[in-house]
């Protein structure tokens, strides 16, 4: 009876050490949750009290097709890795444009599932929109990213006569750090698949003097590092091809996609808009440009802002891809 009940005691007081104290699995992939529609909604919220949620429930007439693996890498530092999408689309048998939509978070934090309510109401405009899946920062620098969504594009394009998808008519829209992306892989367009982009609030230009300046100073105060810095491996000083490589304003072609751009009132996020704007017209590349007045950044995850947002972005797909 006393074995048994020094048994039990010895559960009762060391168990939930052990539970608490058990390491991260090997292949758990490590995650930033810093941001999401509820943290911004309450930064947001402070200043902008009239901002409402939006209702992620699945209108009548658009159906789904969750979690679809479009990529998977057989070895990473936390094992076999999949990446996954979801396929939004008016629930009838037409056939209609794609708009694979890239989140936002600082290329660290932010999930697909963030997108879902606006990619549903993009559909009822008369689109197909695909959430998807990309590795950030805690998990994988800059490329990783941007080589996962130019295989996104890819699976669309292979996989547009299963779900009924436009494969000639592929755009990309991209929210802050997305829009950097999609911005990016727009301009370079590797496979000539993308014909249209929309950049909300994501900037084109790293080699600004003040995005150069934060960085340099976080190293040399030793303070913490800025997000952009962290997913492009090191300071302008110790990674000047890469932070240059992943400005797009520097890769705008004959092959470059016509872009819209949807801005917040903050300057920063403008940083190379205006001569990515002059970079296309050089071409004969179509572009316009939305600035909305006394507007946060996250703008397009409440109301009354992202109707508004799905609106512009409609009007400027019906100009090029319908």
């Known amino acids: 009876m006393k074995d048994r009940f020094c048994a039990f005691l ?15 699995k090997k292949n758990e992939i490590p995650r930033d949750t810093s941001y999401t529609i509820y943290s911004a909604y309450k930064k947001i919220k402070k200043n902008y009290p009239f901002i409402s949620l939006i209702d992620e429930k699945l209108p009548k007439g658009v159906i789904q097709n969750k979690n679809i693996t479009y990529k998977i890498i057989d070895q990473t530092d936390y094992g076999k890795r999949e990446l996954k999408l979801t396929v939004f689309r008016p629930e009838d048998k037409q056939i209609y444009p794609a708009v694979l939509i890239i989140h936002g978070g600082g290329w660290s934090s932010g999930t697909p599932g963030m997108m879902n309510a606006f990619a ?7 689109f197909a929109a695909v959430c998807v899946e990309y590795r950030l920062t ?7 990213a941007v080589d996962d969504l130019n295989d996104a594009v890819m699976w669309i394009y292979k996989n547009a006569t299963r779900y009924k998808l436009n494969k000639n008519k592929i755009a990309v829209a991209g929210f802050s750090a997305g829009g950097q992306l999609a911005s990016l892989i727009g301009t370079k367009n590797k496979d000539k698949l993308i014909k249209a982009v929309v950049n909300v609030d994501g900037i084109t230009n ?26 492009l491996g090191g300071t302008f000083s110790e990674k000047s091809e890469v932070w240059k490589d992943a ?6 072609t004959e092959n470059s996609a016509p872009t819209l751009f949807i801005c917040s009132s903050i300057p920063r996020f403008h940083n190379g808009r205006d001569e990515y704007i002059q970079n296309l017209n050089s071409f004969g590349i179509y572009s316009d440009a939305y600035t909305f007045d006394n507007c946060p950044h996250s703008f397009w995850l409440f109301s009354p802002w992202q109707s ?15």
């Open 120 to 126: 549903q109401n993009l559909c009822l405009k008369g």
């Open 138 to 144: 805690p998990e994988a620098i800059y490329p990783a």
């Open 206 to 231: 790293f080699l600004e003097k003040e995005t150069i300046d934060r960085a340099e100073k976080a190293k040399r105060e030793n303070t913490k590092i800025p997000v952009d810095a962290l997913w």
């Open 10 to 24: 010895f559960v009762i007081v060391f168990l939930p050490f052990l539970l608490f104290s058990q390491p991260i």
């Open 247 to 252: 400005s797009s304003v520097f890769w705008v």
């Open 308 to 322: 508004i947002t799905i609106q512009k972005m409609v009007d400027f797909f019906y100009k090029i891809l319908k």
